[in-house]
């Protein structure tokens, strides 16, 4: 597992770290009953703290993405690609509600959000 960690991104470390163990397993880099690095351990490794380590553990735990055997450790959860897809569509929900408020804050007109979409899937 390969995490990189941007300071300048302006995004939570614990949602980088979130971002990117989802992301490998859904793209099934990281499989089913694969062992994660203990919290402490993974803090060491990306010298980040303890509870942001943990913090992103637990939120992929209350997801499904992870599930923890007491005294063992942190592994991977089976993932159907009904879940996965349903959880991608919902995160997409959010970022285009998330562009939605933004342009309405800044008064960018509807058309312009779709016109947007369109030129950059191509159509």
């Not at 690609?81 to 919902?90: G, I, L, T, Y």
């Amino acid at each position: 597992m390969h995490i990189v960690i941007s300071y300048e991104s302006g995004i939570p470390i614990y949602e980088q770290i979130k971002s990117q163990i989802r992301g490998e397993i859904l793209s099934g880099k990281l499989a089913e009953g694969a062992m994660l690095p203990s919290i402490r351990m993974l803090a060491k490794e990306l010298r980040i703290g303890i509870i942001t380590a943990k913090r992103a553990y637990d939120d992929l735990c209350a997801e499904g993405f992870l599930y923890s055997v007491q005294g063992k450790g942190l592994f991977v959860s089976k993932i159907n690609k009904q879940k996965a897809d349903s959880f991608a569509v919902n995160e997409i929900r959010a970022k285009i509600k998330e562009v939605a408020a933004f342009a309405e804050l800044n008064s960018v007109d509807v058309k312009i959000i779709k016109e947007i979409i369109n030129e950059i899937l191509g159509e």
